[in-house]
């Protein structure tokens, strides 16, 4: 197979009025690396979800937590209660926007605190080498010796259900990932001759990582940490499915699933509801995830 | 032989590493022990002298040293609450989670491989995106979204699998895989598209190799080209990311435990942490550390039995 | 061509450089052991030998990235090798290097304004972006690039052979005293390659540069070099001037290393290989006494015992060989 | 000498990748004959399209890969291009095979080099494993590997850059094809090793009466080893001409010009080499007329008007309207 990049042609003009060979060619390379319909179709459900969740008080939706006793466990399309009640009265809808709010700050900020304290370790085991590398790499791997639920388990048990605390606890399980990704790529970086040729004219170690490793991998990491948020929110929605992320009144969608259960034979769309809300919000998250890093990397993307 | 000696050593120190953590962490509990065991209603002497009987007021470090030393004399500790040993029940409940760990791992691999090397060999093809999608689908889905929707099917409409239970093997062969059948499937259906996704990006970089060229200009054809030549350089990233997926999900498949009733080390770690039991939980722990260095140590050695070259390197290092 | 060797004294002297590199867990590999030349102020010397011989070991050596395991490079009266931290950081300004993949050798992510700014930055050098500016232009169209069109692109947007110039126009803007060519036109075709080698000519007059041109091609290398060093397996085998060496080469393995370049001349029949054909032998045990013995068709027990010195063996000319070719 | 019929015999050949910015005309219509037993090298510095032609040849394109439909590749009589892949499978290492540049990444990491000649034993010779091995191990002999028969299960990662060649040499030679295409088969090596290399290529190819096709980029590789040579430039063939005729008779200003590049190695002649102004063409989107124009001291409005065509005398034929 011929490597195109060792065809690469050099800069020139395009020309003015491309022969219909060239259009095709250049349509063809544009759709490969568009971001195409599915990227626009995730990225507007993604809008709907976050600007719903945002500006819910002022949609004049009834209180997630008022318990309306006249209609118990109302079936869809009731008629203040288009998608039904749950067993103690409260409005599904409602309760499914307001557990939005849950899933997205856990969604965002948890990525966030991984990656923010990941790109340091892994700059620093990358760049540095030697024994700092060392010591990461013991702390990365004893980190990824304990299971992630049951860290999760214990912090959430210690310090109950704020959000803020499901958010850190989170955040610090993507660190190890997040740390890996940016070391490799530091050390692909430091090998190459434009930071030997920084070293060259006497630049110092900081400003070697600022100016001539950074920018070149943040791109690999942000186009992780798109794959991150989705994962924070399927694992936000496990905790509070065993009850362990935020406390009852707040609403959340993995606690709506998991109350739902016992109901799952006469009123499944207590649980199906949120599921399906949630499933289509990750899987947005990840398409427009995955489209965004085939525009970066040119195509053959697909990384894990 | 001293590369693998220098794994091990390292291997070592992260044992070391997380079990100290996880007892310093959880002696920091709230809600001490001794009020399990006291009730609610016992004076303050008697949980005095039940925290004194158990040791618990010595300095962290001296608690942990001691329950080291015994460690390694083989004793797991009691549980502090039922006094059961700590090993006979992990012992117990290792068989059926490791059965349950390895039936989602073999599905995960059966539908992975194949998906790998099929949307590897024409990427951007209608294969490739039609198994990305279904990847990003299953994915999206989590562990226990599937496991209700599963039992919705399955066993509620359907009714052909029980949705709880576990039968021992001694029960025969049918009946211990029947209540298996769908926690493994759900365990399956999120692991395979990481798997397929890391062979995916390893196999279209390998095809660009020259040696891939070079099998096809001796004349290969394209299934040869993909299995016997492209499949094995490959394949060394997806080796990885199978022994840290085993090692997270012997404790990683909690939730589905708690879902489908089965009594495996994941629900003896949550009673472990709601009842505070911590020689309990710590031994949970410690097992978990420990599957994962053994995990890493196969991975390691699969890794020289794979690629030549690292074999060589060990031979020497 | 031949820049007249002004001043007597020698500008750049290395004095038995040595470079270890450790292998996993006490294996080491000696790639370069006792190197010594010295190289007169505006003269050119041309490193050459196969790859493994360790040159490019050496250049960075040369350049402190990273310091040498022993031996000692001085520059003008500093020694490079002593300096430590911001000295090392400010003396670098003296000394440049030029890499071999023009691409690899820019930050892709910077424009070029950037990459050639930053040594003016580095060095602390304040001014005006007008003046910046100038400056820079001045420096691209010196080197042979439209200057304004040049500073807002980046990297990918250029050819091999411009990306090399913009990386002699970094390299030239400090205005350095030495400057390293580490296989600087070995990826470039042979149009652009002239280009290049003729761009190396003129600034070398113009700046009165120094120079350390390494290379595999003993061409390009009789082309630029006023005087060349042969080396084999980390050691030097040579050391002459670059007609001396060519006409009249004195080690054994420079002859064969002449004889096997193909000419561009079909009349001419292809030499037979003057070497004893074989395998370069591992540089982690390399053979004992002379390290060329065992490709070596004049290899006696003398070489096996006795590790061969630098010694004269005409004016001008030094061989590390019991049993130098003279009167070839 | 044109009793019997070529073994290869290529008819305007195109191929063009498409690019971000347009279609990119690797081999720009390539026609050229070769006889048996005889040696072509095809020269020309990178982005002529010299490996893109070799490849278009085996029909080794990458998918994106568009061929002119008016070409023909006919060897021994076949036209590859209009044989089904499956046919054509039968054919790569059977009729032809490939030699190809870096000999650190041509051969299978993960498989002995026995195995990688045994495969294509088996594969087209239908030769058991147990014959296939001892053949392969006479094989490596035949191309001067040392103690063969402890060699063959080492793997590639063991052996140095010219012992890799000598296995992709006899990987190339196993099945007796009767086109051997060496595409810069000693760039990558270093000049002694590249010596015994050519020497090596050109013994099997005279004991076994194949003809080669030898892409390089090295003048002094093509004055030593070609019985005929086919300048290449922006995808086409400029002048071709047997070897003594092109280097002491160029007609074409691009073949001296790039003879007049070339620093000499002997003989003090030192002083500014003639380099060939501006830089090398965009296939994307070529000059009108003959390429090498913009580059070109002779050139004229006809030249840029129309691109000559490849004419000439005999066997020299060259493309310009104002031949040296």
Excluded at chain 3, 60 to 66: D, E, H, V
Excluded at chain 3, 218 to 239: F, I
Excluded at chain 4, 41 to 50: Q, Y
Aim: charged letters at 20%; hydrophobic letters at 45%; proline letters at 6%.
């Amino acid at each position: 197979m011929v490597d195109l990049a060792s065809l690469r042609p050099v800069e020139g003009r395009a020309s003015a009025a491309p022969s219909d060979r060239h259009a095709r060619a250049i349509a063809e390379h544009r759709r490969s690396r568009g971001l195409g319909v599915v990227f626009w179709l995730s990225a507007s459900w993604l809008t709907l979800v976050i600007v719903v969740a945002a500006f819910a008080p002022l949609l004049g939706l009834v209180a997630p937590d008022e318990s309306d006793w006249m209609a118990l466990k109302a079936p869809i399309g009731s008629e203040n209660h288009i998608l039904g009640t749950d067993p103690l009265g409260r409005d599904v809808l409602s309760r499914v926007i307001y557990g939005a709010r849950v899933s997205l700050t856990v969604g965002f900020t948890a990525p966030a605190i991984g990656v923010g304290i990941g790109l340091v370790l892994g700059l620093a085991a990358g760049y540095y080498r030697g024994w700092v590398d060392e010591i990461i790499g013991i702390a990365i791997d004893s980190w990824l010796a304990i299971p992630g639920l049951v860290i999760l388990l214990l912090f959430s048990v210690l310090y109950g259900g704020s959000l803020f605390m499901v958010c850190l606890s989170l955040g610090l399980l993507f660190i190890p990932s997040a740390a890996r990704i940016t070391r490799a790529a530091t050390l692909t970086c430091t090998g190459r001759e434009y930071v030997i040729a920084a070293r060259a004219l006497g630049a110092s170690d900081l400003r070697i990582i600022t100016r001539e490793v950074f920018p070149n991998i943040i791109w690999p990491l942000l186009a992780f940490v798109m794959i991150d948020i989705p994962i924070a929110i399927v694992v936000e929605g496990s905790l509070s499915f065993l009850g362990l992320s935020v406390q009852a009144p707040t609403p959340s969608w993995g606690g709506m699933i998991s109350e739902g259960r016992e109901y799952l034979e006469a009123s499944p769309h207590l649980s199906l509801v949120p599921t399906a809300v949630m499933f289509l919000t990750v899987l947005s998250f990840n398409l427009a995830g995955d489209a965004m890093r085939k525009r970066v990397s040119g195509g053959r993307s697909g990384a894990i | 032989m001293r590369y693998l000696l220098g794994r091990v050593q390292r291997l070592l120190i992260v044992l070391l590493v997380v079990t100290f953590s996880t007892f310093l962490l959880v002696s920091v509990l709230p809600g001490d022990v001794a009020y399990q065991i006291g009730g609610m209603d016992a004076s303050e002497a008697e949980i005095a002298e039940i925290r004194e009987e158990l040791g618990l007021n010595q300095p962290v470090v001296l608690r942990y040293l001691e329950w080291l030393t015994r460690l390694a004399q083989g004793d797991w500790g009691r549980s502090l609450l039922t006094g059961e040993s700590v090993w006979s029940m992990i012992i117990e409940r290792v068989p059926i989670s490791l059965e349950l760990m390895l039936l989602a791992q073999v599905m995960a691999l059966a539908i992975a491989v194949p998906a790998g090397i099929l949307s590897a060999w024409r990427p951007n093809g209608w294969a490739d995106r039609f198994i990305t999608s279904l990847g990003f689908a299953c994915v999206s889905m989590p562990g226990f979204m599937t496991a209700i929707l599963l039992i919705y099917f399955f066993s509620l409409h359907l009714g052909w699998l029980p949705a709880t239970g576990y039968e021992p093997l001694s029960a025969g062969l049918w009946a211990n895989l029947k209540p298996m059948i769908l926690p493994a499937l759900s365990l399956a259906l999120v692991e395979w598209t990481v798997l397929m996704r890391t062979l995916r990006a390893e196999m279209i970089t390998t095809l660009q190799e020259n040696y891939i060229s070079l099998a096809r200009a001796k004349g290969m054809s394209t299934t040869r080209v993909l299995l016997a030549h492209a499949l094995r350089p490959s394949s060394f990233s997806l080796v990885t990311i199978l022994g840290l997926q085993v090692a997270r999900l012997l404790g990683g498949a909690i939730i589905l435990e708690q879902i489908y009733g089965i009594p495996g080390i994941g629900r003896l770690l949550i009673h472990a942490v709601y009842t505070r039991d911590l020689i309990v939980i710590q031994g949970c722990v410690t097992f978990f550390a420990l599957t994962y260095v053994i995990v890493n140590f196969l991975v390691d050695l699969a890794y020289a039995w794979l690629d030549p070259r690292v074999r060589e390197a060990r031979a020497h290092g | 061509m031949n820049a007249p060797a002004r001043t007597g004294e020698p500008f750049l002297t290395v004095d038995k450089l040595r470079v270890t590199y450790v292998l996993d867990r006490g294996r080491t590999i000696q790639a370069v052991s006792d190197l010594s030349f010295a190289l007169n102020q505006g003269e050119t010397l041309g490193l050459v030998g196969e790859s493994g011989c360790g040159k490019s070991s050496a250049a960075r050596a040369i350049m402190q990235l990273p310091r040498p395991s022993d031996g000692q490079v001085t520059l003008g009266n500093t020694d490079l090798t002593s300096l430590r931290g911001r000295a090392l950081q400010q003396a670098r300004r003296r000394f440049q290097i030029v890499f071999q993949d023009p691409i690899a050798a820019l930050n892709p992510r910077h424009t070029i304004r950037q990459i050639l700014a930053a040594p003016l930055e580095i060095a602390g050098i304040r001014e005006t972006c007008a003046d910046r500016d100038a400056r820079l232009i001045s420096m691209l169209e010196r080197v042979g690039l439209n200057g304004a069109q040049t500073l807002e692109r980046k990297p990918h947007e250029f050819s091999g052979g411009q990306c090399q110039r913009i990386s002699i126009a970094r390299a030239l803007i400090l205005n350095p005293e030495l400057l390293v060519c580490d296989e600087a036109v070995s990826a470039l075709d042979v149009s652009v390659q002239a280009q290049i080698l003729n761009l190396l000519q003129d600034i070398r007059c113009e700046f009165g540069l120094t120079m350390l041109f390494i290379s595999h091609d003993l061409a390009v290398v009789r082309h630029v070099s006023d005087r060349v060093v042969v080396m084999y397996l980390g050691t030097m085998c040579e050391l002459a001037d670059a007609d001396a060496i060519y006409d009249r080469p004195a080690h054994p393995y420079t002859r064969a290393l002449i004889s096997a370049v193909p000419r561009p001349d079909p009349d001419l029949e292809p030499n037979p290989v003057q070497m004893v054909p074989g395998e370069l032998p591992s540089p982690m045990n390399p053979p004992t006494g002379c390290r060329f013995r065992t490709r070596c068709p004049k290899a006696t027990e003398r070489c096996a015992a006795e590790v061969p010195t630098m010694r004269p063996v005409r004016q001008g000319q030094m061989v590390a060989c019991h049993h130098p070719l003279v009167g070839a | 000498m044109h009793d019997r019929p070529p073994v290869l015999e290529v008819l305007d050949l195109r191929t063009a990748f498409p690019t971000a910015r347009g279609m990119l005309q690797a081999v720009d219509g390539v026609s050229f004959r070769l006889e048996q037993g005889r040696t072509l090298a095809i020269v020309g510095e990178s982005g002529s399209g010299k490996s893109v032609l070799s490849r278009s040849i085996l029909g080794l394109l990458p998918r994106n890969a568009e061929t002119g439909p008016e070409g023909r590749v006919v060897l021994n009589g076949n036209d590859l291009t209009r044989l089904p892949e499956r046919s054509m499978r039968k054919l790569r290492g059977r009729q032809a095979a490939i030699v190809f540049q870096d000999p650190m990444t041509s051969l299978n990491p993960t498989m002995t080099i026995g195995s990688q000649i045994v495969e294509v034993l088996i594969f087209h010779m239908g030769m058991t494993k147990a014959t296939a091995r001892c053949r392969a191990i006479e094989l490596l002999a035949t191309v001067g590997m040392p103690q063969p028969a402890t060699r063959v299960d080492q793997y590639p990662h063991q052996l140095s850059g010219g012992m890799r060649q000598r296995v992709a040499i006899a990987i190339a030679i196993a099945c007796e094809p009767s086109l051997l295409i060496a595409d810069e088969p000693t760039t990558a090596l270093d000049v002694t090793v590249q010596a015994e290399i050519l020497d090596l290529l050109q013994r099997q190819v005279r004991e076994r009466q194949m003809s080669m096709i030898l892409i390089t980029h090295d003048m002094g590789i093509v004055a030593a080893r070609a019985d005929e040579v086919a300048v290449m430039y922006a995808g086409r063939i400029v002048e071709r001409a047997p070897v003594r005729d092109l280097f002491h008779q160029t007609r074409m200003p691009y073949t001296s010009a790039l003879l007049a590049s070339i620093p000499q190695i002997d003989g003090g002649r030192r002083g500014r080499l003639e380099a060939i102004g501006g830089r090398p063409p965009d296939l994307v989107d070529p000059p009108s007329g003959c390429s090498f124009r913009p580059r070109c001291r002779f050139a004229s409005d006809k030249c840029d008007m129309t691109a000559p065509p490849l004419a000439g005398t005999g066997q020299h034929h060259f493309a310009c309207w104002h031949p040296l």
